[in-house]
């Protein structure tokens, strides 16, 4: 699929994630589900400036 922002043409890059779905109780009679990634583990980017200040 091509996508298309600003008149740039670009194409979507899409992460391969697994997901386990996990039932956490019911609700008004229907179950409630959520969906669990067991890898779900984001780097931290180093040198990230907000307004002057250096996140952690």
Not at 8 to 26: H, K, T
Request: cysteine-free; hydrophobic content about 35%; aromatic content about 8%.
């Amino acid at each position: 699929m091509s996508l298309k922002y600003r008149g740039v043409d670009y194409e979507p890059a899409n992460a391969q994630v697994n997901v386990s779905e996990e039932v956490i109780g019911r609700y008004r009679g229907a179950v409630a589900t959520r969906h669990v990634a067991p890898q779900a583990h984001a780097a931290h980017p180093q040198g990230l400036k907000y307004r002057g200040a250096t996140v952690r």
